[in-house]
DNA sequence: TTGAAAGCGCTAACAA
DNA sequence: TTGTTAGCGCTTTCAA
């Protein structure tokens, strides 16, 4: 029956309302009133908490508070991407910070999980079962992606960043990868380059097939398949396997759609190192707008990603749907900007 | 009174402990038990009640958990940079996945987050306080972080990726940069360069102060202050700003110690733009082993940090702390060894 | 304007 | 082996 905070062992206990209460000689609920800025507390005793919270150097306790109110004020943004993508790519970062200043502004927090193995998406699933989390964010899902179901299982509010075709009509943010291909590739036509290819990465995201799609459009009848070269990734090294096999395949390749500024780079470096010179003999334009970009010699013609956008306007989804001002489904598509420099 | 469990709007409402007790025909008590793999349960009780929890599709509330457990197998791992450098740092993603692989395999939830804003780190100090997180990484505090008071204040286990001076003799893990930086600049004399720069990031953190110190260290009294060039970021851009400033002092400078791989990569480009070849004019080396150092031409010779392995280490110790094998003080440091290509 | 009391969903001590 | 009960720290009726 010990009144002072401390444990058997002589550590402090934390501070609780009732601790305050004692302090300020007034009731918990007294308390609990002026903590959430209730109406129908008197000065005096407003005064007297509030000292009494700074004494005893009180701070809620958040699993309480989220076990009477069924929330918690956090919400996730999960990554979903094997070990090697997550570090490379150059736009989760910025979706982190576009998701994070949103939240910020609406005093949530953001926690961020990544499901690299298949014992972390379990993992994660009971953690987001478990009432910690009031919402969540995803960030590149592949169609039958377990953490999908497992969201839609739970009913948490949530949104998308990119749009796998089998989320159904949860709510989304994405580019218009297609559109903006069709694009970039067209400017690449209208240059004059008459043998353009491209190097396809991530054919099973809807990202990669998108932007092939676009490169098809654009080129029309002069599409010729057997300049297009799939590889897996979005990456440096796979750029340069690319354009290592189109170059033998079409050595009078003269124009090539890389889908990411790294893809690009690699590209280029092979391309260079086989002496061609660019971009008066082979123009080549990227995707992303990343700080590859501009390390290229010349700096790559790219599409801009708005990607702290995105990670804003998912965030901003996920809010509205907790407030019930939005049924979270449907989606949001961003405009992405091509950006012409001195590659092609 | 109602038993089905659908709440006013007809929603279901989420199973509970007392639903699955109803459900097996046995009491809250004996369900907690199979729920937390206690003993002294019949089989016949244990069959029933995990039939309930699959029929009933139930999943513990984390917040009534952590409530009466007074933890929440949740460990933060928090982030203090401003937008720009988080984005591009390469070692961050790194660490994260280490850490993650690291508390993953001990069931526990990673939650990273951003300090971006001061608004962000009240937010964070409050959130941290309330009791959903049982530890804290800390990556990237400076001296005098706000953060670190807090979780000072707190008495949270922590662990630091990084050692700031100031955070008394809490547990840290650490690369030796000031070992490091020593042993490569050392090898760029052994190549017989004699007028040796180098262009030193962040000094006002202790990675960037180090790094100045191991070059001070191994050039002795052939150190010359004029050589050296300090500039605020670890980045490309100030990389090329550097080296022109050092060009312009020092003509005939013949090597050059970036303190990060990007710095090396935009000094690099401003040798090979004012007519110098590399390694043959000058030699140059930098620091981090990031994908800038392969994207090169030549590639760079350059310090190897094991971000994965400090993050696992932060990680592990914290854990430790937790289990109270530890007293979560003192610092590990971890090998970082240089590796040659041929930019010097 | 305030206090008392019930209860969020769970675990753990105690009895049976 | 099991059920009962008392909380964990908070919010929120309901009465006063």
Redesign the interface.
């Known amino acids: 029956m010990s009144s002072d905070r401390t444990d058997v062992i002589g550590r402090r206990r934390?501070a609780t309302v009732k601790d305050v209460a004692n302090e300020a000689g007034v009731s918990r609920g007294t308390v609990s009133r002026v903590l959430n800025g209730q109406p129908y507390v008197s000065d005096e005793a407003r005064e007297a908490i509030e000292a009494a919270i700074a004494k005893v150097g009180f701070?809620?306790?958040?699993?309480?508070?989220?076990?009477v109110m069924q929330s918690?004020q956090?919400i996730g943004l999960i990554v979903h991407e094997p070990?090697s993508l997550?570090?490379?790519d150059p736009n989760i970062?910025?979706i982190?910070?576009g998701a994070?200043?949103a939240l910020?502004e609406a005093?949530y927090?953001?926690?961020?999980?990544?499901a690299?193995?298949t014992?972390?998406i379990e993992?994660?699933a009971?953690?987001l079962?478990?009432?910690?989390i009031d919402g969540v964010i995803i960030v590149s899902a592949r169609v039958g992606d377990p953490i999908t179901r497992a969201i839609a299982d739970l009913g948490l509010p949530a949104a998308f960043v990119g749009h796998p075709r089998d989320i159904g009509d949860a709510a989304y943010v994405a580019i218009d990868n297609r559109g903006a291909a069709r694009e970039i590739t067209r400017r690449l036509m209208d240059t004059g380059r008459s043998r353009i290819g491209m190097i396809a990465s991530a054919l099973d995201r809807d990202s990669g097939s998108d932007r092939l799609a676009g490169f098809v459009d654009a080129l029309g009848s002069r599409f010729d398949p057997q300049l297009v070269e799939p590889v897996p990734l979005y990456s440096?090294s796979d750029g340069q396997a690319g354009m290592r096999a189109l170059l033998e395949r079409a050595p009078d390749i003269d124009g090539v759609f890389a889908s990411s500024d790294a893809v690009a780079?690699g590209a280029m470096?092979v391309l260079q190192a086989a002496g061609r010179v660019i971009p008066d003999d082979v123009g080549i334009v990227g995707f992303d707008d990343s700080?590859w970009a501009?390390?290229c010699?010349p700096p790559l013609s790219t599409v801009h990603q708005p990607a702290d956008e995105l990670g804003r306007a998912a965030a901003e989804s996920v809010l509205r749907q907790l407030r019930g001002e939005d049924p979270g489904n449907g989606g949001r598509v961003l405009d992405c900007p091509v950006v012409w420099r001195d590659s092609a």
């Not at 701070?59 to 309480?64: G, I």
């Not at 927090?109 to 990544?114: G, K, N, T, V």
């Open positions: 934390r701070v809620p306790n958040r699993a309480a508070r989220s076990l918690s956090a070990h997550f570090v490379e970062g910025s982190l910070l994070n200043a910020s005093d927090q953001l926690s961020f999980m990544i690299d193995t014992r972390d993992r994660l009971r953690y079962s478990g009432g910690l440096y780079a470096d700080s501009l390390r010699d």
